[in-house]
């Protein structure tokens, strides 16, 4: 290593202190004198070579910062920020924050060094630190040989080999195969997430062949509703939702554009590894379809902070600290975001690892784009001329153009000037906020703009026309008349759909930094895009950017997505993952209880070419998920959680699943695939808890009431309350495994809801009008409908008596009242049963 030697007059001159060591030394020596005393410095003394920042093997990085912000400034220590702190007294401001304080010749030794120019020896070039771990998930991916098994005439594939093997270790025998009324249930449910109609449940039943129950699962995998069902797995994990949050929480018009994607590519079955790349960076492939860049719709179901006092700075950190702590939650199924502040506690990722993994979301940008769904553009296209045409003169008629010139230089003079007039400061500051992009577009020349810039200028200038405006009581009328004429206009305009995407940045500038403890204000160390050194024996390429993230994601190198992804799957279809923390892969997570059998799950699916739709038939066509789920008394205490896969779990609809089923036996469920979110009935009182009343529930009219759980509105603030009751996740971060509770407040949700009393009705109607014949007949459709299979004796015979019962009651009450009144009353307990909303 060089030595760097400070000429022994300069020394001297420094601090009488240190004249006594300059008497003996012809000057300096870095290595043995300045690096041990910057060292003193760090909150952990040793041989640590970054903390907070602060590179003692790396000199320009130094320089430019050190622990909490503590600049060197070489050439003048009577500047130097860290001078100031090493002899200050104040206290949290002090350094070294532990430990002794530095010695007057220490210091002494830094001011002489520092008015020397700070040199410092020249970085080695040497190969970057490949770190390495040997826990399990951080293991290559080699797919093990399925093991070899007594009981061979039970497994129907490799996976039963896995499961059977475990179990025949333990001295235990799979359950037997559930019945067929069950089975043709439990794959509808977690295929399409709607309980399959009588005759799919009477077709499979007289389907003897010995592959009915593979071309059952064909079936329900090539229909519509597959896409649907699996897009809410992925929706939990992208935390999607149809608002900002925070307290403004403004609606987003087009969020569901993307949900509409997914449910898209599902169906057709997009290979994950595609799936994945196109929703991180499709607008960077090649050639890019606008449905792929509509993909990247995923990255902007980040909060949106909008409130005026929040730094836009700030706001936007929050979104990359979001977008990189999603990203390691989906893909690798890791803690990440436990390394903004410092390095992680328990796994091997640095703090510099998270923000190479934030970087890679620095140079993006946000836009929305024109996305029409099939039949907009036609006549979206006719109606566009006579539109601007209208459009023109009404901004003319009430002289727009002229007050937004007016009303842009003032508002772009807070921008060139601030300070200067306070009042068009606090303007921009709420534009900032309420407007996406303000500077860039308010920066732009008018006739540079995008049509779609320019519009959206204009209708915010329409509607809040600054502080000079605003004064102007006649003016201010004028605009709120005209604001109101737009608004007409543009209802009456034919709707081309928009997508919110991510697009390339091509003025983010300055690069990505180093947070120190994961402060937005205080930038460490500038870095650059890179993989996380545990994973990857090679650093990213210089310029690397979502493209390369995202198909290193889905690489051979990262063992991580495969096994991840799998894990989940299992989780949907079993109730627990093989490994039970599916957020959490990393040394503070659950080892799994089949580790062999979750690489060669993971090693298939690779190999099957990321096929979602084959691996699910790989998954439901094993003898371990047709097993019955009945609860085995005798492994009720040493397997309470079934970790041995000896059964199949009884599980309880998701929230969404649980008002399908619902109206899905009433007969009102409207099945329309894809399109906008919709506002179905809910009690009164709950969007009013939204910031300043600004949160509008207008009850969806028609068929709208009667969609799926999965196109609710979900409003951020005040979501759909039945939702929230069923356990679905508030969509702040992202949800790897939702909750399943038994709660009083279910109960009277399934009782005395509207919509639950509505499909109740709905049921008691459809036996009335679909069922002939008597009591007994009726009741075997009501099961069929709710159940898929009929009643047992018991069920027939006190059913009996309470539809008796309940007929004299109403007899009694109104001459009016007829057999349907006492067929909703059996309808309202078969909507109630536990069976119901259960998957067994």
């Not at 001159?13 to 000057?27: I, K, M």
């Not at 590179?55 to 001078?83: C, F, K, Q, T």
């Not at 290979?271 to 790349?277: A, E, H, Q």
């Not at 009782?751 to 639950?756: G, M, Q, S, Y």
Request: aromatic share 8%; glycine share 8%.
């Amino acid at each position: 290593m060089p030595r760097y030697l400070l000429p022994a007059a300069l020394m001297a001159a420094s601090a009488a202190g240190f004249q006594a060591t300059t008497a003996t030394h012809a000057g300096v020596d870095f290595e043995r004198q300045v690096r041990p005393i910057l060292q003193k410095c760090l909150p952990c003394h040793g041989a640590q070579q970054q903390m907070n920042g602060l590179r003692l093997d790396e000199g320009h990085a130094a320089l430019r910062g050190g622990y909490s912000g503590a600049a060197i400034v070489a050439g003048n220590s009577a500047s130097s920020p860290m001078i100031l702190r090493l002899t200050s007294d104040r206290q949290g401001f002090f350094m070294p924050p532990a430990g002794d304080r530095l010695a007057a010749g220490e210091i002494a030794t830094l001011r002489a060094w520092i008015d020397h120019g700070a040199p410092w020896p020249s970085p080695r070039k040497t190969a970057p630190a490949v770190r390495s771990s040997s826990h399990w998930s951080f293991q290559p991916l080699v797919k093990p040989a399925p093991p070899a098994v007594r009981g061979r005439s039970w497994v129907r594939n490799p996976i039963d080999a896995f499961v059977l093997s475990r179990l025949e270790s333990e001295g235990i025998a799979p359950s037997p195969e559930a019945v067929k009324t069950t089975l043709v249930r439990r794959a509808s449910l977690d295929l399409t997430g709607l309980p399959p109609p009588p005759e799919l449940v009477d077709e499979f039943l007289r389907d003897s062949s010995p592959d009915a129950w593979d071309r059952l699962v064909d079936r329900l995998l090539a229909s519509p509703h597959y896409g649907e069902r699996w897009a809410r797995w992925w929706l939990d994990l992208a935390h999607y939702a149809d608002s900002d949050g925070y307290e403004k929480d403004q609606v987003r018009p087009y969020a569901w554009r993307w949900r509409h994607w997914v449910i898209e590519a599902l169906n057709r079955d997009l290979p994950f590894d595609r799936f994945t790349i196109e929703q991180l960076a499709g607008d960077l492939l090649p050639g890019a379809t606008n449905e792929q860049r509509v993909a990247t719709g995923f990255l902007r179901n980040t909060l949106t902070n909008r409130e005026a006092g929040v730094d836009r700075a700030e706001a936007r950190f929050e979104q990359l600290v979001n977008r990189a702590n999603t990203v390691g939650t989906v893909w690798l199924g890791l803690t990440v975001g436990c390394a903004q502040c410092h390095d992680h506690k328990y796994d091997p990722i640095t703090q510099r690892d998270y923000y190479r993994l934030f970087a890679f979301f620095h140079a993006a940008e946000e836009e929305n784009v024109d996305a029409p769904l099939a039949g907009e553009a036609g006549p979206y296209l006719r109606a566009l001329p006579e539109y601007r045409k209208q459009r023109a003169e009404l901004l003319r008629e009430f002289e727009a153009p002229a007050l937004q010139a007016e009303w842009e230089e003032k508002i772009g003079g807070a921008i060139r000037e601030p300070g200067k007039v306070l009042e068009w400061d606090f303007a921009l500051t709420s534009m900032k906020a309420m407007f996406d992009r303000a500077e860039r577009v308010l920066k732009t020349e008018p006739a540079r703009r995008s049509p779609r810039d320019q519009a959206r200028l204009t209708d915010y200038f329409v509607r809040s026309p600054g502080p000079a405006l605003g004064r102007d009581k006649k003016t201010l009328e004028r605009l709120k008349e005209l604001r109101e004429k737009l608004e007409k206009l543009d209802s009456g305009f034919p709707a081309l759909t928009q997508a919110p995407v991510m697009v390339r940045d091509q003025d983010a500038g300055g690069g990505a930094h180093l947070h120190l403890r994961g402060d937005w204000r205080q930038k460490g160390i500038p870095v650059e895009p890179g993989l996380p050194a545990v994973l990857s024996t090679a650093p990213a390429a210089p310029g690397a950017d979502r493209l390369a993230l995202a198909r290193w994601l889905v690489s051979r190198e990262n063992p991580l997505t495969a096994r991840v992804t799998v894990n989940r799957l299992w989780q949907e279809l079993f109730g627990r993952g093989l490994a039970a923390t599916a957020e959490d892969f990393g040394a503070q997570g659950e080892r799994p209880t089949h580790p062999g059998l979750l690489d060669w799950l993971a090693a298939e699916l690779v190999d099957r070419g990321w096929s979602l739709k084959q691996f699910h038939k790989l998954l439901l066509t094993s003898a371990t998920y047709r097993q019955s789920s009945r609860v085995r008394p005798e492994l009720v205490s040493r397997d309470p959680d079934n970790r041995l896969l000896a059964r199949q779990a009884r599980l309880r609809l998701s929230a969404e699943a649980v008002r399908d089923v619902a109206l899905a036996a009433g007969g009102l469920l409207h099945t329309a695939v894809g399109g906008p979110s919709v506002r179905p009935p809910q009690p009164a009182g709950v969007a009013e808890l939204g910031y300043a009343n600004s949160v509008k529930w207008k009850e969806s009219e028609g068929t709208d009431r009667y969609r799926r759980g999965l196109y609710i509105h979900f409003q951020r603030t005040t979501p759909y309350p039945m939702l929230m009751n069923f356990d679905a996740p508030d969509s702040n971060v992202s949800c790897t495994r939702r909750q399943r509770s038994n709660t009083p407040l279910q109960a009277l949700n399934l009782l005395n809801d509207p919509v639950f009393v509505e499909a109740a009705h709905a049921l008691a109607w459809r036996v009335e009008q679909e069922a002939s014949g008597g009591f007994g007949d009726r009741l075997d459709y009501a099961f069929r409908l709710c159940l898929a299979h009929p009643p047992s004796a018991e069920e027939r015979e006190r059913l009996g008596r309470f539809f008796d019962q309940y007929s004299g009651i109403l007899r009694n009450q109104s001459a009016a009242a007829g057999p349907v009144s006492a067929w909703a009353a059996v309808s309202r307990v078969l909507l109630n049963l536990d069976e119901f909303i259960t998957r067994e």
